[in-house]
Each structure stands twice: as C-alpha cells, then as structure tokens.
C-alpha cells in the first residue's frame, strides 16, 4: 500500500508561483508514473502533468509552458512547480500513483 500527502497548496496572487509536493510512503514510487491531476469547483478532474519513472514528462495543455515537474528519488517525493499562476488554476490538486491518490491540496489564485 502507498500513501500519498501532497503540500504546499494555498493562497496565491495572480502572476505568482507555487511548488507544490507529494510525499509517498509505504514503497518506493521511482519505478513507475506519477501522475498531478486537478479538481476546480463544478468540474471534472483533469490531468496536469505526469512524471515517468526515468524523469520523463508530460505536460497537461492547461500549464503547458508554466509548470516543472519533478521527482527525488532519494526522499521519494514528486514536485510540480506551476509559475505565472492565474485565477482558473484556482482548483484542489492531487498526487496520484497506480491506484492510490492523497486527499489533495487547495490552491486558490485571487489578488
């Protein structure tokens, strides 16, 4: 069994930045995909973006051109750091591996 804890969410002026991380526990996730998806009130979740176990990535169109993501193997973590942020990022966003999804932070971009 995995669990998943993501942090870093919270408030953000529009323009700004934020890293936001997912901590895995339970087994090592360096082998296989991780994948960021997002939840904004009244809609379906959409995927961000998704690291592969050599360091691949995929970016989701939504932040294409503004996001990073990235994992550390050694404290087997995956970050994603979204810059130039705007009001529709405003959404709860989620770690996911295999099956196994974190509870998910809040992220709101207002001035």
């Known amino acids: 069994q995995v669990q998943l804890v993501e942090s870093g969410g919270g408030l953000v002026q529009p323009g700004g930045s934020l890293r936001l991380s997912c901590a895995a526990s339970?087994?090592?996730?360096?082998?296989?995909?991780v994948q960021w998806y997002r939840q904004a009130p009244g809609k379906g979740r959409e995927l961000v973006d998704v690291?592969?176990?050599?360091?691949?990535?995929l970016y989701g169109d939504s932040v294409k051109g503004r996001s990073t993501i990235s994992r550390d193997n050694a404290t087997n973590t995956v970050h994603l750091q979204i810059n130039n942020l705007k009001p529709e990022d405003t959404a709860i966003y989620y770690c996911n591996h295999n099956i196994y999804w974190g509870q998910g932070a809040q992220v709101t971009v207002s001035s």
């Open positions: 339970g087994r090592a996730v360096s082998s296989e995909n």
């Open positions: 690291v592969g176990h050599l360091g691949t990535t």
